[in-house]
C-alpha cells in the first residue's frame, strides 16, 4: 500500500496511533508527516482529543445500583417472566401442561 496523500494519511491516523499498522505502513506515514504541516497539525489535534477523551468523565454518569434496587429489578424480571408463562432457557414456552 503506497499512503502519500494527505486523505489516506487520516484515514489511517487512529490505527496509526493505536499501532495496529504495519512497520512498512507506519514509515510511509512517519516519511509524509516529517514534510506536511497539516498532517501534523491534525495529528497533534487527534492525540489531544484523545487524551481528553481518556481523562473526562461525565460527572451525571450514575454510579452502582444499590443493592435493594437490584434485588427490586431482578424480583419485577422474574415477576413479567412468570407472567408472560413458563419458558425454558431458550425463551420457548413449556407445552408440557
Known sequence: MRVSECKDIFALLSQYLDHELSEDICREIDAH?????????FLESL???IEL???WKSEDEPGPLPEPARRQLYE?????LAARGKQDARGR?????
Request: glycine letters at 4%; a positive charge; one cysteine or more.
Open 47 to 49: 492525540k489531544k482529543s
Open 76 to 80: 419485577a424480571y422474574q415477576r413479567a
Open 93 to 97: 414456552r413449556d407445552r408440557s401442561h
Open 33 to 41: 508527516i516529517a514534510g506536511c504541516p497539516p498532517c501534523v497539525e
Open 53 to 55: 477523551c481518556r481523562r
